[in-house]
Nanobody, 125 residues
Framework: QVQLVESGGGSVQAGGSLRLSCVAS????????MGWFRQAPGKEREFVAA????????YYVDSVKGRFTISRDNAKATVYLQMNSLKPEDTAVYFC??????????????????WGQGTQVTVSS
């Protein structure tokens, strides 16, 4: 049974920073590409970032490029999302997810088989 547990969310003012963590358990973490998604109130869940299993390649949605950084520590079975220069429009529940083996796309929810429970990020202006 795979478990993903996010932490690190909170409330910050615009321009501030937060670092989200997601700890995985239940299988060999380093085998899987990991991703972060977010869902704002009244909106669909959207892709934020992904990182390949060896950490070499990363992907970002355009709106967070240059502000967010995804990273991972396979020894700790943890994936991180460093969020800088936060904006009110970044307010959402953030979810980490484990991409399915053999999946082709990085930014589609259906390519991810396991999800965490989410952590709230609120950015005030």
């Amino acid at each position: 049974q795979v478990q993903l547990v996010e932490s690190g969310g909170g409330s910050v003012q615009a321009g501030g920073s937060l670092r989200l963590s997601c700890v995985a358990s239940g299988r060999t973490f380093f085998t899987y590409t990991m991703g972060w998604f977010r869902q704002a109130p009244g909106k669909e869940r959207e892709f934020v970032a992904a990182i390949t299993r060896n950490g070499v390649t990363t992907y970002y949605v355009d709106s967070v490029k240059g502000r967010f950084t995804i990273s991972r520590d396979n020894a700790k079975a943890t994936v991180y999302l460093q969020m800088n220069s936060l904006k009110p429009e970044d307010t959402a529940v953030y979810f980490c997810a484990e991409r399915r083996v053999g999946a082709r796309l990085y930014d589609r929810q259906y390519e991810y088989g396991y999800w965490g429970q989410g952590t709230q990020v609120t950015v005030s202006s």
